[in-house]
């Protein structure tokens, strides 16, 4: 008799986990069982994959299913001494759900596996993989005796039918079908296949099923020779899976032992035979008919169909080839009734899918779950979401032949039929989730490279036609790509769909096509811009840092330059560009620091404060430095329409470049939201008009309180000017569109911010409300506090990732005081006496996604509250106010103006645009930017070449420190701060970088401009 044990400690040994050394654990922890004199109470066995690939070496201790995760040998000694002698958990090594959900101390309890539906891995992870004996427990083999015993084959293949099975391992088609063709074709002699070849990067489903639960595809092989009539098998393998070839071999070996193979199983005379047959590599052996090529001995080709397998495949013998998880599936159906089984999944795709989830995800590893499960649950319920804080931004389904799924059809339900819509595919489930870092074009090219070099080369449009794509993909992501490229690629994928030979050919397009049809900007910008968003083509810029600045800022150049004390000259680099220095040093969202390698090793450098270190410096001297200008002047004028950071910008440069620029801004002061919209906590505005009065100081005229359309006509305007540039911010609030909005107390944010900067009286009471959750929100909230409010709630219907303000200054706003409820919405304001008293709030609840890739709230039947409040300013959003324009004077979308991307062209000739205008509620470096393409295409446009004149070519630049590779974790310096009893309405609360500091963080920056030089 079996000895029974009072515990099973279950060590994952599948190929992640031994890769990541669970066999020294293993070995380490029946060295301590037996130390401990544990050995007859306690047995370890080695089992299949348990799916959490990323967390290895892992161990699940049974009957309780205590999870541990991440060991090490050593801990085998804790392990066993706390847990296993005393029954005590050690919590340190436990799996933890995530942040604030505590610890998931049992394999139960995890997220990641409870909200999957394991059938096909439900031995995986559970049973000794290389013990039959532990199969036939959990009823293996017990489907394969009733159909030998109480099933004619014509009966096993209807249940198959019945069940709705489709093949698991491309196309979807139905496994009964597929079965009966070749039932019924006439030979002598009939095969069934199992392709285990699994070539797809990232996947390996496949592989797993194998190593952990050999057995189960086995007896679907057999099951399935019996349906068609087959006597004979074969398993084609891929070489490279060792440990894989290792257990099927030892299973095949014990199946034989057991009666269970040969030529009398279990003594009902049905003979059945089955051999592993090794492949190279090749990934055009996937492709059925090339892989039966490979089994006869011949060069793994493809051959055109028809005849299909089922009535010549190999030898020219009716033959069926399924995927391994499709055999896993048939034991189970036969066991659970196909009438069960079919109640799984959707109406035309049945049962579970196993998944690969592998890349930009917190939890990696397979999962499997109910067909039509939608990618949204997959990813952020069972895969945790996406590291490191990042978005989504696309999901590769069905590998280099599949597709991309972008962020907007997260709610896309994980069926055949579904993704085919979207140009992706099931495929055999590689699922590769990809953050906002990934460059669509390279992602592209990598999958095309890969087709392009499994090519079998048989047939021309896959040979010929997937290089000629392939060296245009190369060509626009180095910086090379011309107008029309992106129109040829869409022409060649289409031919090469509609005439390659095989399935790999014709689906070989699939990745550029996909991401042609979600993501063409990002060719266009590779092509027209020559910029990569991702900051991943290397060849199209300096420094990731640098390429994500909308000004264009060589941030390496200043930083380096800051590292080794040469203030002054850092300075002029950034004021090249950027007449706003000291604000963006401030006030800037730093996208270059999202994009900082250093990241990768510790945290990104402190760009934006490094910056405000060395424009404060000259600011203390009220002394700026002089910025080249063209020596000449042109005589052409230019009239630019809102004085905000992005018309002034606009201004600065058309200055530098000889022209006369004139502002006109409606408010008492230029600097738009700057000025009236950022409070002085945070931007004082001394610093502000530093900047402007320099602009000015080139000879640009601005003109305040003269408000177009009212003071000056835009026609009276075009008619005085050579060149116009409308620059007006988002400065029109949106309504909350719900009742009692018109109520004494009720302010929207941007009137509130820019009454406060103006020294209006302002009373906002004891208890006031903010609805929103972006800066404004935020500026709004703390100035609230500031002016007395003594509890302030900022309320938000969705979550705090969700939340579009800087973190930062979430953080600050809690450090504060403020309080922040979310999945709230305002429904009603109700007064007493024509004033704010109460602000009706409905409770949400987060459903499916929306197009934004978040999940959008939805009300709680009957969850109402009320928030007593003196207050409610109103901060959701802003739009233009353009009508000053009148009639149709320029193209408009959605309220706003439409101009080119590249130069601030707009539908009129010599009208150009750019900043909120044209893009609606940005950041101040994103007008910035605006201002400076908008200020080289005016350039252009009245005859010159849109050239900046520039005087820093004359810096030379510190070269790379020797020790650049001798890297070490180094912290990230913290901006000293105001603590927050000092806090004021007037005083700063960042106070920024001493030397010191400054020069210590610039020391950590790893000069990726001179990497870059290297390799381009």
């Known amino acids: 008799m079996e000895k029974l044990y009072r515990s099973h400690v279950l060590v994952c040994a599948g190929a992640g986990c031994v890769s990541s050394g669970c066999h020294a654990v293993a070995e380490a922890l029946t060295r301590e069982i037996a130390k401990n004199k544990l050995e007859n109470e306690i047995r370890v066995i080695q089992t299949g994959c348990v799916g959490s690939c990323d967390l ?58 409870k909200l999957q539906k394991k059938l096909v891995l439900r031995n995986c992870g559970v049973i000794d993989p290389s013990n039959i004996d532990e199969y036939i427990a959990r009823d293996g083999y017990a489907a394969l005796g009733k159909v030998l015993t109480e099933m004619t084959p014509a009966q096993v293949i209807e249940e198959i039918k019945k069940s709705g099975l489709r093949g698991r391992g491309g196309g979807g088609f139905p496994t009964g079908l597929k079965w009966q063709f070749a039932a019924d074709a006439k030979g002598e002699q009939k095969y069934i296949l199992c392709n285990a070849d699994e070539g797809d990067p990232g996947a390996f489903m496949d592989r797993s099923l194998l190593e952990g639960d050999p057995h189960s595809v086995i007896e679907g092989m057999i099951i399935g020779g019996y349906a068609i009539g087959a006597s004979q098998g074969y398993v084609y393998v891929r070489a490279e899976y060792p440990l894989a070839i290792e257990r099927l071999e030892h299973a095949l070996s014990q199946a034989r032992e057991y009666g269970l193979l040969g030529d009398n199983i279990l003594g009902t005379g049905h003979k059945f035979n089955l051999e592993i047959r090794m492949g190279a590599g090749a990934f055009v052996c996937g492709e059925e008919t090339a892989l039966m090529a490979s089994i006869e001995g011949k ?21 069926v080839l399924n995927n391994v998880e499709t055999y896993a599936n048939v034991p189970l159906i036969i066991n659970m009734t196909a009438d069960e089984f079919s109640k799984i999944g959707t109406e035309k795709s049945k049962g579970t899918k196993i998944f690969a989830l592998a890349g930009n995800i917190n939890n990696t590893g397979l999962v499997e779950v109910p067909m039509g499960t939608d990618l949204g649950t997959i990813i952020y319920d069972i895969g945790g979401g996406i590291g490191n804080g990042r978005k989504f931004k696309a999901a590769q389904a069905g590998g280099p032949s599949g597709g991309c799924i972008p962020k907007e059809h997260l709610n896309v339900p994980m069926d055949y039929d579904s993704l085919i819509q979207l140009g992706a595919m099931m495929g055999s489930g590689g699922l590769i989730i990809m953050d906002e870092n990934t460059c669509m074009v390279d992602l592209a090219r990598y999958f095309l490279d890969f087709i392009q070099d ?191 950071p992005a018309g002034l910008t606009a201004a600065f440069h058309l200055a530098r470049m000889g022209h006369s620029p004139t502002v006109f801004e409606a408010l008492p002061e230029a600097g738009g939201m700057l000025m009236w919209g950022i409070p002085e906590y945070r931007l004082p505005k001394a610093v502000l008009r530093q900047e402007i009065k320099a602009i000015e100081d080139l000879g640009v005229v601005i003109k305040t309180n003269t408000r177009v359309g009212k003071d000056i006509s835009f026609e009276d305007i075009k008619k005085s000017f050579d060149a116009v540039f409308v620059g007006v911010g988002a400065d029109k609030s949106w309504t909350l569109e719900i009742p009692g909005e018109d109520l004494d107390g009720v302010y929207d944010s941007i009137k509130f911010l820019r009454d406060v900067q103006l020294g209006k009286p302002v009373s906002v009471g004891e208890k006031v409300a903010v609805v929103g959750g972006g800066n404004a929100a935020i500026d709004a909230a703390r100035t609230a506090h500031r002016l007395g409010a003594k509890e302030v709630t900022i309320v938000y219907r969705r979550l705090r990732e969700d939340m579009p303000a800087d973190p930062y200054e979430i953080h600050e706003a809690e450090l504060e005081g403020i309080k922040i409820k979310f999945l709230m919405a305002p429904t009603e304001i109700i007064g007493e006496n024509g004033k704010v008293k109460t602000l009706k709030c409905q409770l949400l609840e987060l459903r499916e996604f929306d197009k934004s890739g978040r999940r959008s709230p939805k009300p709680v039947e009957g969850a109402i509250i009320d928030l007593p409040v003196d207050s409610v300013i109103s901060a959701i959003s802003q739009e233009p106010e353009l009508d000053f324009l009148g009639g149709n004077t320029l193209e408009t979308k959605r309220g706003k103006i439409w101009a080119d991307r590249l130069e601030g062209k707009t539908s009129a000739e010599g009208i150009f645009a750019g900043g909120d205008a044209v893009t609606g509620p940005a950041t101040v470096i994103e007008a910035i930017g605006a201002g400076v393409k908008a200020a080289q295409g005016i350039d252009r446009f009245l005859g010159g070449t849109g050239e900046i004149p520039s005087d820093i070519e004359d810096i030379v630049i510190p070269g790379v420190p020797e020790d650049v590779d001798d890297i070490v974790e180094t912290p990230r310096a913290k901006m000293p701060t105001l603590s927050v009893e000092k806090r004021s309405s007037k005083a700063e609360v960042e106070l920024g970088f001493s030397r010191d500091e400054a020069v210590k963080e610039a020391n950590r920056c790893l000069r990726c401009d001179a990497c870059s030089l290297e390799t381009r």
């Open 56 to 113: 290895g070496p892992v161990i699940v201790v049974a009957p309780e299913g205590t999870f541990y995760q991440k060991l090490k040998a050593e801990d085998a000694v804790r392990i066993v001494e706390e847990h296993l002698l005393k029954g005590r958990v050690v919590e340190d090594l436990v799996h933890k759900n995530g942040q604030g959900d505590g610890v998931g101390g049992t394999i139960e309890d995890i997220p990641f596996f």
């Open 299 to 319: 060069r793994g080709e493809p051959r055109p169909r028809p005849p299909f397998p089922a009535h010549s495949g190999l030898w020219e013998s009716p033959t």
């Open 454 to 644: 499994e090519s079998c080369g048989k047939c021309t449009p896959c040979r010929v036609g997937t290089k000629r794509m392939l060296e245009i993909l190369d060509r626009i992501a180095h910086g090379e790509g011309k107008e029309g490229d992106i129109e040829l690629l869409e022409e060649l994928g289409q031919r090469i769909k509609d005439s390659a030979l095989c399935g790999l050919g014709q689906t070989a397009p699939n990745p550029v096509l996909s991401t042609l049809r979600y993501f063409r900007d990002e060719y266009e910008a590779h092509v027209r811009d020559k910029k990569c968003p991702a900051c991943v083509c290397s060849s199209l810029f300096e420094a990731p840092c640098s390429h994500t600045c909308p000004a264009g800022t060589s941030v390496p150049k200043y930083v380096s330059l800051i590292s080794q004390r040469r203030f002054g000259e850092a300075l002029r680099i950034v004021r090249d560009h950027n007449p706003f220095a000291a604000v963006c040093g401030r006030v800037c969202n730093a996208p270059c620091e999202n994009k900082c390698r250093r990241s990768q090793i510790d945290e990104p450098l402190s760009i934006r404060n490094l910056k405000r270190y060395v424009a404060d410096l000259e600011l203390k001297e009220n002394k700026l430095p002089a910025v080249k200008c063209r020596p000449e002047r042109t005589g052409k004028t230019v009239a630019i329409i809102g004085g905000g």
